[in-house]
């Protein structure tokens, strides 16, 4: 008996991601479409058992308060649960084998559209936005209703005392009536990318690296979203490392970039606070409250960025002022 088994049937997967492959599954009672991700756990040889048992405990506990939220800029979690594999696996890791025992950490969410706002961000068209009216390429106010509603999201994830930990635009879903929904948390304290994490806090030493599928063309990769205190590796910060990370969105969605290469040397400028020559003569011309909004978003000092609150209702005053057709109904598909 297992219950992903009894009580699932996979209809097909979504995607391998850094740490969990994802899959559309159909609940046999209810008959409905859930999202479930899988997260292949393995007892590291290094690590004693009792120290692994509660790594183990810690993260299903902490997947679990994901089932507290409940906003409609959050995808839904339901639950999450393990499942020990039976040992008789074909492993090529001779040094753990034979006694390694393997988990399989389940979590059930909503499923989602599959577009994402990466996929807002590769399309032209769609960053025109519904008025077509655009600066260099893009419809701001547009662009700030996506953004806000991710915040939004943010928002409530933070007063629930959690963090989200991976905010980038592969995780934020928009459907199509234009709604967001932010999705995808990172597990707590568990590199995604395998580097720079510190003995300490890996934890699950022996979560197996799905092929990792970073954004090598991007050069800085999936990494360019993350806060400078979190790419340290560690435990020491707070919600304020989503600041940063929705920062670095809010530049994107603002500021087309072409190439892999083109958006490499802009975020790793971005990061050390150096905006391109368009950015200053656009947008910080017209929209002043952004760009300096922005600036706070991406300090390197945790304690000086705004909280999602207070990002929110920057974004609303914003937007003041404009109507948004945003929430009309539009396919850029
Ligand atoms: P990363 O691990 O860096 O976030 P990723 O987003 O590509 O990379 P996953 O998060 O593992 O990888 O997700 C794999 C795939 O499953 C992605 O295509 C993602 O869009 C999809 N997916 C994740 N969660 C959901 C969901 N709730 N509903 C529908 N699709 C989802
Ligand atoms: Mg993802
Ligand atoms: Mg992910």
């Not at 590291?44 to 997947?63: G, H, N």
């Not at 709604?179 to 979560?207: C, H, I, P």
């Not at 606070?273 to 390197?300: C, G």
């Amino acid at each position: 008996y297992t219950r992903y088994a009894s009580e699932f049937e996979e209809i097909g997967a979504l995607g391998k991601g850094g740490f969990g492959s994802v899959f559309q599954c159909r609940n046999a009672l209810d008959k409905r479409d859930y999202a479930i991700k899988k997260v292949l756990i393995r007892c590291d040889a290094k690590l004693p058992q009792i120290e692994f048992s509660r790594r183990l405990k810690r993260t299903l506990r902490e997947v679990k308060s994901l089932a507290s939220l409940d906003h409609s800029n959050i995808v839904r979690y339901y639950t999450a649960w393990l499942e020990l594999e039976q040992a008789n696996h074909n492993d090529n890791n001779h040094s753990v084998t034979s006694t390694s025992q393997r988990y399989i950490l389940y979590i059930q969410m909503q499923f989602c559209s599959q577009k994402t706002l990466a996929d807002f961000l590769s399309n032209e068209e769609a960053r025109k936005g519904p008025s077509g009216s655009s600066i260099g390429g893009v419809d701001i106010p547009y662009a700030l209703n996506l953004f806000l509603q991710t915040c939004q999201g943010v928002k409530h994830v933070h007063t629930q005392c959690l963090i989200h930990r991976d905010l980038k635009p592969n995780n934020v879903f928009i459907d199509d009536t234009g709604a967001v929904k932010v999705g995808d948390f990172g597990l707590s304290r568990e590199s995604s990318d395998n580097s720079g994490e510190s003995e300490a806090e890996t934890a699950l030493t022996g979560a197996e690296n799905y092929s990792y599928n970073g954004d090598i063309t991007a050069g800085v990769g999936t990494r360019s979203y993350a806060s400078p205190e979190q790419m340290k590796g560690g435990s020491d910060y707070d919600s304020s490392t989503d600041i940063y990370s929705l920062g670095i969105i809010l530049f994107e969605l603002c500021f087309p970039m072409y190439t892999g290469m083109e958006r490499n040397i802009v975020l790793t400028k971005l990061r050390n606070h150096i905006l391109p020559d368009q950015w200053m003569e656009s947008v910080a011309v017209d929209f002043p409250k952004l760009h300096t909004l922005l600036l706070s978003m991406i300090s390197n000092k945790p304690e000086d960025r705004p909280d999602a609150a207070a990002v929110v209702r920057t974004v609303q005053s914003i937007l003041e002022g404009f109507t948004i057709s945003s929430l009309d109904r539009r396919d850029y598909e």
